[in-house]
């Protein structure tokens, strides 16, 4: 999985599919028995080096972007990127933000991905989900417990395959091109990372608390924190995913040493 994974380490998958569409993706699976893991960009997750012991299921070739009225329909696997562009494109504002997030719309809804104060789940309308045996649902919002980076359904087993969102038709005040040039200003673009590994606690800064720890350049193996954002793990030099958890689990040990503050983890180690 070292190259489905934007952290650039991981195990083996037992079996991995791409779906070019959302009907082989009913039929495979209506057939399958194994387990599943359903994955977009691989920009928050982490295979464990032993790998995955059934079927991971890539997303990205379910891409496509559609307009009626003001209500924008997109596949799990079309990039957060594509989907800000294209509602500029049809004159539609309020989803600028999605620019500087690396990961697809999946992954996103499954997190409830969010950046400069605005998270994805503001302008969901629906989501469209497929369970284990191949069904397909519409889901609403209310069908979710939405809270900081976490989502919680009422419906198990069902994964993200679409989602109708609704933006603005009044132009905001964020451009894309400023929005980049602040997270690329504050973050290591162009390495290999997850973005932020922890969520913010309530009241701090998971940054700011790693900062203070005097952890930033710290390194296990391959893995560092970075030196620019100490919120960020980079793989420096072909890390392997226990050289990132061992990581993650020191920083988490030294923040509680030092401030009695539990980080949680936004990457997901599977």
Known sequence: MTSHCSLRAGGLAQDFFVPNNIQALVD?????????????????????????????????QLKSLSINQSCITAEAGATLAKLSRFTLEKNFFG????????????GALAMNAGAFGFEIWQFVKRVRTVNKSGELFWRQPCDFDILYRQITPLHSHEYFISAELEFNSVSSNHSIQKLL???NDSQPIGLPSCGSVFKNPRDNY????????NLKGFCIGGACVSEKH??????????SAADIENLVIHIQQTVKSNFKIDLETELKII
């Open 28 to 60: 495979f699976l209506k057939s399958n028995t194994k387990p599943i893991l359903f994955i977009g960009l691989g920009s928050n997750i982490l295979i464990r080096d032993q790998g995955f012991q059934g079927v991971i299921i890539k997303l990205t």
């Open 230 to 239: 100490a919120n960020f793990i980079i793989n420096h030099n072909k890390a």
């Open 95 to 106: 989803a600028e933000f999605l620019s500087a997030i690396p990961g697809t719309i999946g």
């Open 206 to 213: 998971a940054a700011e608390l790693i900062e203070k720890s």
């Open 181 to 183: 040039k602040k997270r």
